[in-house]
């Protein structure tokens, strides 16, 4: 039998002909055998078409689905931040979501482990872009760019232990900004700290600070404490994981599993303890051990030149020099900078939220030169502006609160409280569309009035265009805001919360209407020649032109 299910499908109802051919007299145990066969067949059939698969309907773990009420709030962010890198000057680009592996591989140190590596496509090893700095770079070289200020907004994926109450998911959105090109030291990296703090104190979050520090005090650092050269990079590494573990847990880390000497370690405790402003950067020149360091010197200078362009820019007060500060990342070369939310006492009811950094960013001189054939570099700094982890934080907020996000931006809904209006509504709605206006109907013939209002309440909706038998005997429409529910006769004149409109003009005015109204019901009327809403305050003539009393 289990040959049977192995035949092509074309080939079933050839085997059951054959089998189901009238048999001859002599043949009667052939008529049991046949039968039998053609039970047997039919039976594989249906079981096959009835077992189904032991499938799962869910998504890969460290994704997220996003709702309309999700994007609605993620889209204000993003709305933000690319408003606020525009007003700076950037340009917008886009690169690949996958790229040559080659191109990826050794530019993450420990981390070059998490990225995603696809099939092989056609002889090319491929993977996915682990951030935007790296393919950035990439194009720079590529095209001999050599100056260039942009900015990008894409996906990246990362093969990490995802941990969703602290935003941090294996696909996520970033936000990069970036100055490419050969300037004077320190302005293009004070800019983006300026970026950074408009970015975080315009999303309303709260207090934040932003750490920085420079790779080469790093480097200049472990130097003077006795860190092998070649042991650089992986104690870089497990610095980076402060801001996720206490000292004595990096320190056992380190030691333990990086080969360092306890007392390495421990003269490296005494300097990641370090934090403060730019009286910090002064009393590291004096340092005995890290003064006599070139490369921590030339740090400490760009950092106090640092200090000096962000109390020009109003935000040093911002800004904190942390020597625990490192960036895992291999190819910083200069400053570094990493934006944390402080901890404030919480609202009632709201759990405080631990996501660790929302921003960061530094200097990477060398990483253009790194595709270049002769080896050209291109001076960067740049940032990068951790969606998730803010969206998280907003998202949380307000669900505390409990506050409702609208998901459409429709303006105006067009109902009636009548049957068979489906003609007059798709061409008052057609006026509406072709205007420009953002409107809804029901895509029903008769839908009752009620369920038409119910609708625009449960998503906001602020206007309603009806329109009937009686309003088309008296040549009136009238607009009603859902949020007041009144209702005035067309014939009243003299009420405070009305507005008289032609119906020539009313699809040209209707924006007036829906940026300026908010509990009045208005009556628009035919072959009238003005336009007044009167308030307490002042008129709107027609066009939306304020006339004082």
Avoid at 48 to 69: C, M, V, Y
Avoid at 121 to 131: F, V, W
Wanted: charged share 25%; hydrophobic share 40%.
């Amino acid at each position: 039998m289990p040959l049977l299910r192995l035949l092509p499908r074309r080939a079933w109802a050839a085997l059951l002909s054959q089998l189901l051919r009238p048999p001859c007299a002599s043949c009667a145990g052939a008529v049991r055998c046949q039968s039998q066969v053609a039970e047997a067949v039919l039976t594989s059939q249906l079981k096959a078409r009835q077992e189904k698969p032991n499938f799962i309907i869910k998504i890969p773990k460290g994704t997220r689905d996003l709702s309309p009420q999700h994007m609605v709030v993620r889209e204000k962010i993003l709305d933000l931040v690319i408003s606020c890198f525009k007003r700076h000057g950037a340009k917008v680009m886009d690169t690949p979501a996958f790229e040559l592996k080659e191109i990826l591989t050794e530019k993450y140190g420990e981390d070059s482990g998490l990225m995603y590596d696809l099939k092989d496509q056609g002889g090319e090893l491929l993977s996915l872009r682990y951030d935007l700095t790296v393919p950035f770079a990439r194009y720079l070289a590529m095209n001999k760019v050599k100056k260039m200020k942009r900015y990008h907004v894409g996906k990246v994926w990362r093969r990490e232990s995802p941990t969703i109450v602290q935003g941090r998911y294996r696909e996520f959105c970033q936000c990069d900004f970036d100055i490419a090109g050969q300037f004077d030291p320190m302005i293009p990296d004070a800019e983006c700290l300026k970026i950074m703090c408009e970015i975080l104190s315009g999303l309303q979050l709260g207090d934040f600070l932003i750490k920085v520090n420079d790779r080469r005090i790093v480097d200049g650092m472990f130097a003077v404490c006795g860190v092998p050269e070649s042991k650089f990079r992986a104690i870089c590494s497990s610095i980076d994981k402060l801001d996720k573990m206490a000292w004595k847990d990096v320190r056992h880390e380190m030691v333990a599993k990086k080969g360092l000497a306890p007392e390495v370690a421990d003269r490296i405790g005494d300097y990641v303890q370090c934090h403060g402003g730019v009286s910090l950067v002064e009393q590291m020149f004096q340092d005995p051990r890290l003064s006599q360091n070139k490369q921590a010197l030339e740090g400490l200078g760009d950092l106090k030149l640092l200090f000096e362009y962000l109390t020009l820019f109003g935000i040093a007060e911002k800004i904190s020099f942390d020597l625990s500060l490192a960036r895992g990342l291999d190819y910083y070369t200069g400053v570094i900078y990493e934006a944390v939310l402080l901890q404030t006492p919480t609202q009632a009811g709201e759990e405080p939220l631990n996501v660790g950094s929302v921003a960061a960013g530094g200097r990477y001189d060398g990483l253009v030169g790194m595709f270049d054939p002769k080896g050209h570099k291109v001076p960067c700094v740049g940032l990068s502006i951790g969606v998730e982890r803010i969206f998280y934080i907003v998202e949380q907020r307000m669900k505390t609160k409990g506050e409702k996000v609208r998901t459409t931006e429709t303006q105006v809904f067009v109902a009636t409280p009548q049957k068979n209006f489906l003609q007059e509504r798709l061409k008052l709605i057609t006026e509406l569309w072709d205007a420009g206006i953002k409107a809804e109907m029901l895509y029903k013939n008769n839908p009752k009035l009620l369920t038409q209002l119910h609708y625009c309440e449960s998503t906001g909706i602020p206007l309603v265009v009806i329109i009937g038998e009686q309003e088309l005997k008296e040549g009136v429409i009238k607009i009603r805001s859902v949020a007041s529910r009144e209702e005035v006769s067309g014939s009243s004149r003299n009420r405070r919360d009305e507005l008289f409109l032609p119906f020539p003009d009313f699809v040209r005015n209707m924006h007036l209407l829906a940026e300026k109204l908010s509990s009045w019901l208005i009556v628009v009327e035919l072959n009238k020649h003005s336009l007044q809403m009167t308030t307490a305050a002042c008129e709107y003539s027609l066009g939306g032109q304020k006339k004082d009393k």
